[in-house]
């Protein structure tokens, strides 16, 4: 098998010596654990101690490279952060492939390399797999999905419909930068350089929020939709209201500037590295503290309050000292932006 | 939302209101269950007893209906089984769809509708799911991966590493249906309504089947690569040679008619509702009892042995009263059969 020159063929998801010798070669040696080497139709694992939790994400970016990781290590990233937002430890990943024959198997092999490193570095194993190849035309170079899973230790709650007036509604940092990396290269702008995807495993972080806010309400990333999605759907399944501060809310100057550019408003870029929690009002400045000790949370902001309303509205105070509703969008902003 | 007459629009995987619409009108109300209720980026299930098994599979099917099944309910078949295989109970399933823009939702329901009637048949929630849309053309129509999780009781320990000299190989009915009726439409051939898909969940003949013969050293579903591709995969993992009599493997005599002017070998054609035993002699009788009194398995048969062999060659006597190699198919027999 050729990894530097050659190309995906049918064959290689055929079942046969081909598909055989691109597991051996390349997914085995690159995830490389005892799971993956059991070498069945599915993974033994352990029992594990606590409540399951599951997780699933296709993802489908594009372009496939882009600043910041590629869709390997955002398929990482994007399933344990899923897992993670319930309080869960993520111990395993599947992986799955969907394969454009004539993909050339030197992206393919930097993508799956990619997603080896971002696994290891989280300290959660891909267990089990699967590769598909579809005819030239009929997909688009590559799609991935992973699924986790994970265990939630007793005694932690934490659900989008548990959100009280009172509350406060607190970010990791900075919003808008994995949507905006994007389309910044999408649309071939000249400043496409400076901003990065925030792409990253989101697990310690919660994990240390989890340990010093134990009655943390909701966790969730704000991924596509951005950060008005992610409040309208907590919103909607705990039947209150939101009232967030423009002023409070941490978006980078170079994001806002590109925002404008390009007709988007940060509120609904998607991010990959950044979790939205509300909690008890008691509990703030320790959850505060605590994001702000971890490198991921190092910007955390506390950008609003939960407020009793039926209609479950999402309100901004904006910076010029009006109210705007903050809708969920209607059409799609970003396509193919995970 | 139009599911008569609608089409899947990019707006549908954007995370605003119209995939929210999407999620509650069409995959809520069809795969309906408390799991997925709890409408969170991840499912929180309960603390399974045994160790946790994990599979995945993404289905590319083409066409996407055929005579025995489609791609919705393949999909809920293809990971139970692979999760069965190890001799574990299949609990917990996800999916994840990638749409292309422009397909039907009517044929989508269909498809979502037929998935979630073998998810209840078989007693296996779909718990949490993931949407994508791509373009026109970057895509065929749906792709769905599905991830299952399953326990293994303690005390059963199946592996494809497992096979030993002396074991017999069993097959639990006809070979060769599945890819037969998918290729015979492909192929617009005149029989095609003759042949339908042995698609169908296996995990309660495969519970039967431990049950009765605990000692069953290898289990697996011939599917992509047929019963030449699982037989020397397990000979490979085993280290082991296998030999099987022709005259004792069982097909269809329709299926050997269409496999003659489609130029296939029955070895090599999908199955999706068939799976393969390896086990010690002294269980072989009981086994076998045990497959033909499950409805999915009446037409079992014991088809061959290992046998000890370095190489691990798996040969075949012929009817004709020779002897050959089956060897993995090297390039791609039947793309897109799964």
Known sequence: MDLKRGKVELAHGGGGRAMAQLIDELFQQAFENPWLRQANDQALLTRPEGRIVMATDSHVVSPLFFPGGDIGSLSVHGTINDVATSGARPLWLSAGFILEEGFPLADLKRIVDSMAAAARAAGVP??????????RGKGDGVFI??????????????????????D?????????????????????????????????????????????????????????????????EIARQSGVGMTIREDDIPVREEVDAACELLGLDPLYVANEGKVVAVCPPESTERLLAAMRAHPLGRDAAIIGEVVADEHAFVQ???????????????????????
Chains 1, 2 share one sequence.
Do not use: Y
């Open 316 to 338: 901004m105070e904006t910076s010029f000292g009006g109210r705007r509703n903050v809708d969920w969008i209607s059409g799609e902003q970003l396509p193919r932006i995970c």
């Open 126 to 135: 891909i267990v089990t797999g699967d590769t598909k190849v579809v005819e």
């Open 168 to 232: 406060r509604i607190l970010v990791s940092g900075f919003l808008g930068d994995h949507g905006v990396a994007i389309m910044s290269l999408r649309e071939n702008l000249s400043f496409s350089t400076n901003i990065e995807s925030d792409s990253a495993a989101l697990h310690e972080l919660i994990a240390a929020m989890v340990e010093n806010a134990p009655d943390i309400h909701c966790l969730r990333d704000p991924t596509r939709g951005g950060l008005a999605a992610t409040l309208n």
């Open 145 to 166: 999905n992973t699924t986790g899973v994970g265990v939630v230790p007793d005694g932690v709650e934490i659900s989008g419909d548990r959100a009280r007036p009172g």
